[in-house]
């Protein structure tokens, strides 16, 4: 899934990722700017399912959130939960990297209640 909004929560908060500076002008949003395309058409090369929208949330780790706070989230309209994709590009910025990232889901908890959970 390529991210193109995120959730602040906790430390998160302030980040200054909502800065309209960096926003403006632009019809993607700077998560998927400038590896989005290239790493979306890589990963339909290799024939891998790839969402290019959804909406990320980061939690502090390094922990899985509960069953309760993954209800929440989704109610919030959240499509992935991670511990570091925000922190991580709050530092590439700051650092003047560019940064992608991939994610890839591996516990469906609330989304998929028949799935056996990654951790109880």
């Not at 590896?35 to 939690?59: D, S, W």
Request: one cysteine or more; proline letters at 3%; glycine letters at 10%.
């Amino acid at each position: 899934m390529a991210s193109n909004s995120h959730v602040k929560i906790g430390i998160i908060g302030g980040s200054g990722l909502d800065d309209p500076d960096i926003l403006e002008g632009r019809t993607e949003r700077y998560v998927v700017t400038p590896f989005g395309k290239v790493l979306m058409e890589v990963a339909q090369g290799l024939g891998v399912k790839c969402h290019t929208r959804g909406t990320m949330v980061t939690i502090e780790g390094p922990r899985f959130s509960s069953r309760a706070e993954s209800l929440m989230f989704r109610q919030w309209g959240a499509d992935v939960i991670n511990m570091t994709t925000v922190p991580e590009v709050v530092l590439a910025k700051e650092a003047g990297l560019c940064y992608a990232s991939i994610a890839m889901a591996t516990d469906y908890d609330c989304w998929k209640e028949h799935e056996e959970a990654v951790s109880r």
